[in-house]
């Protein structure tokens, strides 16, 4: 799949911030503090995703009786070869600020 | 305890959204309330909730607003949106005809006029049918006609820009310009360019600083997007028009009801200038729903919104005529006529290009109808 011009650096991150979890699930939560999008950005950004069909989404079960389902998402395998093909810009503020989490 | 409350009237709010949210997309309305839930902190579950929701409610109304206005099926296209922009901004203009106590007869003049300019919208189709020598001659005579506008047509203290057609006084450049320029936008042919020549000189001797610079202002867009000769003489000689108007006077006084409404209706109730304001904005709808969306119809409609941009800031900033929202049926005439020529549909959904042939660039995806892709017009 070619490097595409589509993904804006925040979408590029939060694809970044879902290939790092190697296949398992992420929360909302979870990926706006990972990436340092703020959830107003990310949500939409993730329906996009959905859209695309590079996102795949699930209810998880309560943890504990009484607390709400969580929505939870992972990358489909779409959305890792489109991830992988558009990593993070190499200069810019945003890799920066997917590391400054991770560390 | 305050915080408290503020989440459980945050968790209320994301309930509301919930109600919002179009069906396809119930379930993230959901996801966010549910995820503000699982945050500890208040303070943060609050901040979270706050942006996620305000996040969604605003791709909830676009997507709403796309089924409503048929923008997302293809239903509607650059034309009929135009139509409908048309019909709420006349509607507005009447409510501030209304409130401002005008004559009943002024907003009769701009429902009836409201009225062919919709006749001539549905009989679109025929112009689209006709040969290219027809356009070509068409194009001419309106050219002509401008001319003779500013030759024998009514003066007002040295300036002629109207035609006497009974009781009423009919701005000629207003209804054919913008047809004009949108005529050359489809297709920039040798007689275009000559009857747009013929425009400039037209303006030049009203003068009309407002129309020769919508003149301007569409040549330029055009120019951004399709460079050749006819259209470098075509802007060659609106520039040279536009500063012949500049250099002569135009001290005509403010017409009540027509010119200033932008500013006057602000000093009336703010509410009723915001939806003045509102409803000038409504008239560049077409082009900012298509200008960029669709690449085969992207021309039409960046040239048709420059024109009406500009002849919108000149009513903001001069005594020149508000168009639909003021009293003045050559502008809501006009704003229509000129609709005519935009596509019927986005090009690209038919699969076809501008020449209606196969286009390479069909369907959009359900993304694109839903986050449409900004590409170039060039």
Known sequence: MTRSRSFSPAARLVLAALLDKAGSWSYGYDLAKITGIKSGTLYPLLIRLEERGLLETEWQPPAEPGRPPRHIYKLTAAGIEVARANPIEPSGADRSSLREVRT | MIRRTVRKLSDRLLVQLVGLAPAHLRDWAEAVRSEAAAIADDGEALRFA????????????????????????????PRRLAALAAIAAVMIGVVHLHVADAASS???????????????????????????????????????LLVLTSLFGVSSDGVVRWVAAGPLLVQSSLILLPALLMMFARKTTAAGAVALVVGAVAMAMQPDRAMAGAMVAGIAMLWLLHRNWQVKIALA??????????????????????????????????????????????????????GTRDRNCARQCAVFGATWLAIILAA??????????????????????SACMLPPTPLARQGLDSAGKPSARAQPDNLARLFPRRTSCA
């Open chain 2, 106 to 144: 002024l907003i009769l003049v701009n429902i009836a006029s409201l009225g062919v300019g919709l006749a001539l919208l549905a009989g679109a189709a025929v112009w689209r049918g006709l040969p290219e020598s027809a356009r070509s001659i068409a194009a001419m005579i309106m050219a002509g």
């Open chain 2, 316 to 337: 903001v900033i001069g005594h020149y005529p508000t168009p639909l929202v003021g009293y003045g049926g050559s502008a809501i005439i006009g704003y229509l006529l």
């Open chain 2, 50 to 77: 706050a942006g996620a929701g305000s996040g969604l409610a605003l791709t909830f109304i676009k997507v709403r607003l796309n089924d409503a206005l048929g923008l997302a099926s293809g239903r509607t296209g």
């Open chain 2, 237 to 290: 000689a609106s520039a040279l028009g536009f500063v012949a108007t500049m250099v002569q006077a135009d001290n005509l006084p403010p017409v009540r009801f027509t010119e200033g409404v932008f500013t006057q209706t602000w000093q009336v109730h703010p509410l009723l200038g915001f939806a003045v304001a509102s409803a000038g904005a409504l008239l560049l709808l077409p082009a900012a729903a298509f």
